[in-house]
């Protein structure tokens, strides 16, 4: 029993750092991140990151019902990078559009915010991670590795370890980043935080028109 709990945690911890390690490179899930929190406040990192879970949960049946080998075909990757970029854009040109009347939550006397959207930010979650087509290589690459490797070492268990070191790593990284800007936020006039959501839009723009070129060349 106490191998088995060793093993579990073992396990748990080198998915939380394999996950991490891609969670730390910056991408359309980070920019949503940053501008959900600017809008919604500290909730957003953590609302955001269910969607990316559960977009995850879906990638992993795909992969053990072994449809891997279609998700990595070239037509695949011709779909979801034509169709992930113009999502990407149409997210960055909405966010723009929105700018100039969104309600900016600055909460001085911290109280907690209750307006937000759990639908929109769960799903802004699932539409940027699924836009990014290098979303699909990591867990094609990385993600599978880890994830076969975990299996052939304690089965089920491993699989469990997996999933819980993985989203813990998700959910530490974009909470810690959601939190740090809400209270960051505190120290910014509106007219600054508006100027930091057109910044985080024009990237998303700049991510959708990349994965679109990227695409097109392929």
Not at 9 to 22: I, T
Request: hydrophobic share 55%; glycine share 10%.
């Amino acid at each position: 029993m106490v191998r088995l709990f060793t093993e579990f945690l073992m396990l748990s911890a080198a998915s939380f750092m394999v996950a991490l390690s891609g969670a730390l490179v910056p991408g359309p899930v980070f920019i949503v991140t940053v501008s959900g929190s600017l809008r919604k406040g500290k909730i957003a990192g953590p609302l955001i990151v269910l969607g990316h879970l559960l977009l995850e949960a879906i990638i992993i049946v795909t992969v053990l019902a072994g449809l891997d080998a279609f998700l990595g075909s070239y037509e695949a990757h011709l779909v979801i990078g034509y169709l992930g970029g113009a999502a990407l854009i149409v997210m960055g040109a909405t966010m723009i559009k929105s700018i100039p009347t969104a309600k900016i939550k600055i909460d001085v006397k911290r109280e907690p915010v209750k307006d937000f959207s759990f639908h929109g930010l769960v799903a802004a979650g699932v539409l940027s991670s699924g836009s990014n087509p290098q979303f699909y290589i990591w867990w094609l690459t990385v993600g599978l590795s880890t994830l076969k490797y975990c299996l052939s070492l304690a089965g089920p268990i491993g699989f469990v370890a997996f999933y819980l070191g993985h989203s813990l790593a998700d959910l530490s990284w974009y909470g810690l980043i959601s939190y740090s800007i809400d209270e960051g936020k505190r120290v910014l006039n509106p007219k600054a935080v508006r100027l930091l959501m057109l910044g985080s839009a024009i990237f998303l723009v700049f991510f959708g028109a990349f994965f679109i070129y990227q695409a097109y060349t392929a």
